[in-house]
């Protein structure tokens, strides 16, 4: 451990590596719930059985892993002594906006042009994220590569929205993502903070998604009383665990952000996102969607962007324009 908190860019790399995986497993969650929102006919239905899911696989491991259950001690303990703030136990609002995003929206649009929207949002609300210093990590230094990535993964965004599929999907179906994808931010620095206070990811992990399936509840209970339960459940077992992905790259964001800052931890997962959307949607298309070359062109800026964030040039300067920033 010594050796590792020595090289702390060694973990820095570790950690884009780890983000990337984040990304692939959106993706893949993505697709799974779009898959299963369409086969219900009931988007929000197929989140919540989504969020179920992972809820149950998130108290058998909080039950049966020592730090879970450690971590669940000092939760109880931080909310009965007033020590832990309300708004850290919120994260699964996030959770819950992003898994019936995907149910109503992914088997439509497809899951590039999904992931589009979850850049523009999880880009900007990211990067204001690290310079109000709201992550684990503390204030993060706004450098020229940070904004720099920011705005490639920007030109990508743009990238990929065409008139021609302006016209074709509805326009809430592209601000959805993008809601869901400042929310992903805000989650992700949420739930790093939440564990910083209980030493524990898996109980950062089960709290978003007790609050999700609650949030989800709600919605599907009161969706359910005005158009029904769905009629015809799919019968492919596969189907059902986007839920798994979910809970996943949850705790996985929670644990990797203290590592690299919220920006850079969105860029990462952005890059892993795009990618698996991209072949994704080749292999498993939607409705509509992005062209292939779009969705390449894309993905070049994408993986430009987390290079550019990634390398700490100009910093000493840049401080001068931002003000003295702590070391990282």
């Known amino acids: 451990m010594r ?9 820095r790399w570790v950690g884009i590596a780890g983000a990337v995986c984040v990304g692939i497993l959106t993706a893949v969650q993505a697709r799974l719930n779009g898959a299963l929102g369409m086969a219900l006919g009931d988007g929000l239905f197929a989140a919540l059985i989504s969020m179920v899911f992972a809820l149950t696989i998130m108290i058998v491991l909080s039950l049966v892993v ?15 002594e007033r020590s832990i703030p309300w708004w850290m136990l919120a994260s699964g609002v996030a959770g819950a906006v992003t898994v019936a995003t995907q149910g109503l929206t992914v088997a ?32 993060v230094a706004i450098t020229p590569g940070r904004l720099l990535g920011a705005g490639l993964a920007l030109v990508a965004v743009a990238l990929a929205v065409s008139p021609e599929l302006l016209a074709a999907v509805p326009l809430w179906m592209l601000m ?4 869901a994808g400042a929310g992903i931010a805000w989650q992700a620095a949420t739930n790093g903070r939440l564990r910083a206070r209980t030493g524990s990811a898996l109980t950062a992990t089960l709290v978003n998604f007790i609050g999700g399936t609650i949030l989800l509840s709600i919605a599907v209970a009161v969706n359910v009383s005005i158009v029904g339960l769905p009629t015809n459940l799919p019968t492919e077992p596969w189907l059902y665990v986007g839920g798994a992905a979910g809970m996943a790259y949850v705790l996985m964001s929670a644990a990797l952000v203290r590592f690299t800052g919220m920006l850079l931890l969105g860029l990462a997962s952005i890059v892993g996102q795009l990618v698996a959307s991209v072949l994704l949607d080749i292999w498993w298309p939607a409705t509509s969607g992005a062209g292939l070359w779009q ?11 987390v290079a550019a964030a990634a390398i700490p040039w100009g910093r000493v300067r840049w401080r001068r324009l931002f003000g003295r920033l702590p070391r990282t």
């Open 3 to 11: 050796a590792v908190i020595r090289h702390p860019s060694l973990m």
């Open 176 to 179: 959805l993502p993008v809601v």
């Open 108 to 139: 439509v649009i497809g899951v590039a042009l999904f992931s589009v929207g979850v850049v523009a949002g999880q880009t900007v609300n990211g990067l204001v994220l690290d310079r109000v210093g709201y992550g684990p990590a503390g204030v």
């Open 66 to 80: 020592p730090n879970g259950r450690a971590g669940f001690r000092e939760l109880a303990r931080g909310v009965r």
């Open 295 to 305: 969705s390449l062109a894309m993905v070049l800026l994408a993986l430009l962007a």
